[in-house]
């Protein structure tokens, strides 16, 4: 398939709100026709904490998160995805940022070569006004040729696009209408090699809300917030789930006596009170300033007089606003809107 037919394909199917794994699965399937590539990885992330919430894999083991973890949060180089996010152009070959010395970074010296024999990587950080909400790494073998100019451009060409499927498929996709179950909270005792050591109760319909596929002894989202709580003490994320609706992931190191330098830390499993959706909703809808403020006003129950008044506009330009917001959000009403908002 040719180059703009892929990036066509790839722009309609940003927009069709699919759940971010069927999106990132089709993605990296069209992508492969413009780019050949050995294995890949794609995920979504957090717009709150810049962590990384789940991961599509191809030919990487499914269980090897925890390390591109570490090396994200805990050893990132010019090349990492927080980092590249914040470039004009956020793309990037691993060699090339690296001063044409791969070996800096850890992942490639310590991962990529041993383990998988993985030479050339490059990485697309998806991200939108500032906020970063997906990742795509395409690598190739050892002993092949790397990732040319052509192909980063192409990569280049599709960042808003990346961005727009993530952003709906993560925060508003997957089954927002379906009946949300309800659960009892749990607490985990994980120790330093991610292993569940304790829990005050059957952990394993948590996992198995937060990873439906199983493959990975912990849900990546969990892995996420255990590498970050290491590093600052404690971390929380907040993630959509199938059955539970939005699931708060909260980690701490336990403090106490006996202290050591690989310290077990709690991890606590909760369903996250009502308008817990909201920060990553309002994000996801890619609102302006001025919808922003108005949203706030509806949320408080103002009428389109009080809102023209309170922002010195005329009652037909919130009208028009409000249009706007309604169409982003697909929904026909205030009372929809408010319904969608706050979960």
């Not at 890949?40 to 925890?66: C, E, N």
């Not at 690296?98 to 490639?108: F, T």
Request: without cysteine.
């Amino acid at each position: 398939m040719r180059a703009d037919r892929v990036r066509d394909a790839i722009l309609r199917l940003s927009t069709a709100g699919l759940p971010w794994d069927e999106f990132a699965e089709e993605t990296l399937e069209l992508i492969a026709r413009a780019i050949p590539y050995e294995a890949a990885t794609m995920a979504p992330f957090d717009p709150q904490t810049g962590l990384i919430t789940g991961s599509v894999k191809r030919a990487i083991p499914s269980d090897s998160y925890a390390r591109f973890a570490h090396f994200e949060y805990t050893a990132p180089d010019d090349h990492s995805f927080s980092r590249l996010a914040l470039r004009e152009r956020p793309v990037g070959v691993l060699v090339d940022d690296l001063g044409g010395d791969p070996n800096r970074a850890e992942r490639y010296r310590d991962f990529y070569l041993p383990t998988l024999s993985l030479g050339h990587e490059v990485r697309v950080a998806a991200r939108t006004r500032g906020t970063l909400w997906g990742g795509i790494s395409l690598f190739r073998q050892t002993g092949t040729s790397g990732f040319s100019p052509g192909e980063v451009d192409f990569l280049a060409g599709l960042v808003d696009a990346i961005a727009r499927g993530f952003r709906t498929g993560a925060a508003m996709s997957g089954g927002a209408s379906a009946p949300v179950q309800s659960a009892v909270p749990t607490v985990l005792v994980i120790d330093a090699a991610n292993t569940v050591v304790a829990s005050t109760g059957d952990h394993r319909a948590w996992f198995a809300q937060l990873d439906p596929t199983g493959l990975r002894p912990l849900p990546i989202s969990v892995v996420s917030a255990l590498v970050r709580a290491r590093q600052s003490g404690d971390a929380s994320i907040t993630v959509r789930t199938p059955g539970y609706g939005w699931v708060a992931v909260r980690a701490a190191v336990l403090r106490g006596e006996g202290a050591t330098d690989s310290p077990q830390l709690a991890v606590t499993l909760d369903q996250a009170g009502p308008g817990a959706s909201l920060p990553h909703v309002i994000a996801a809808l890619d609102l302006t300033d001025r919808e922003r403020q108005i949203v706030d006003l509806v949320l408080a129950g103002r009428s389109t007089t009080e809102i023209a008044g309170a922002l010195f506009l005329s009652p037909y330009t919130v009208q028009d606003h409000l249009k706007s917001i309604f169409d982003k959000a697909n929904v026909r009403s205030r009372r929809s809107l408010a319904a969608m908002l706050l979960g």
